[in-house]
T-cell receptor
Framework: GESVGLHLPTLSVQEGDNSIINCAYSNSASDYFIWYKQESGKGPQFIIDIRSNMDKRQGQRVTVLLNKTVKHLSLQIAATQPGDSAVYFCAEKSRDNLFFGTGTRLTVIP | ETGVTQSPTHLIKTRGQQVTLRCSSQSGHNTVSWYQQALGQGPQFIFQYYREEENGRGNFPPRFSGLQFPNYSSELNVNALELDDSALYLC???????????FGPGTRLTVT
């Protein structure tokens, strides 16, 4: 079955530094990936997505990198702010549905 | 534009009881997916509805069932509740031609 895992369960960064959150996936046939942010007491919020025919996509302060060779994707957050503190999930589309990893808790230190 | 809403926000049930959770999709979205999120875990896909028909199902037993209505709102029903059913239940809607899902705030179900 699908397996989407994260390398680190927690990540602490200083305010203003860049953050990198990593994710490994197991299904080489997956063709679409999404990063979500989930704040306490809220549902996941869409951040950015990427299709398998791309290796990089940029948004506002965020960049997603996809390495299909090693089945790895990462989320980079530039100039991390206190409001970025949350749990971040990568999700993989497989058989027309999304499968989520366990999540990484990002804590921004003022 | 109204986002995805869910009701109730919190619910406490006893083992063996039945529960119905409700979801109103975002305006213009005809696809609704339901997820179960246990504490400290990522959301796990339960099933998806598209135009009132089930359109995919995860690894959940038949006592988890659902409905989608003509206005694209949806219900999740769980029969014979078990303690392990305690979780945050999330509803997400999307346009039929997109996998970009928009989540509601969830319903926190506690089974005692």
């Amino acid at each position: 079955g699908e397996s989407v895992g994260l390398h680190l369960p927690t990540l602490s960064v200083q305010e203003g530094d860049n953050s990198i959150i990593n994710c490994a996936y197991s299904n080489s046939a997956s063709d679409y990936f999404i990063w979500y942010k989930q704040e306490s007491g809220k549902g996941p919020q869409f951040i950015i997505d990427i299709r398998s025919n791309m290796d990089k996509r940029q948004g506002q302060r965020v960049t997603v990198l996809l390495n299909k060779t090693v089945k790895h994707l990462s989320l980079q957050i530039a100039a991390t702010q206190p409001g970025d503190s949350a749990v971040y999930f990568c999700a993989e589309k497989s058989r027309d549905n999304l499968f989520f990893g366990t999540g990484t808790r990002l804590t921004v230190i003022p | 534009e109204t986002g995805v809403t869910q009701s109730p926000t919190h619910l406490i049930k006893t083992r063996g009881q039945q529960v119905t959770l409700r979801c109103s999709s975002q305006s213009g979205h005809n696809t609704v997916s339901w997820y179960q999120q246990a504490l400290g875990q990522g959301p796990q896909f339960i099933f998806q509805y598209y135009r009132e028909e089930e359109n995919g199902r995860g690894n959940f037993p038949p006592r988890f069932s659902g409905l989608q209505f003509p206005n694209y709102s949806s219900e999740l029903n769980v029969n014979a509740l078990e303690l392990d059913d305690s979780a945050l239940y999330l509803c997400a809607s999307s346009p039929g031609d997109s996998y970009e899902q928009y989540f509601g705030p969830g319903t926190r179900l506690t089974v005692t």
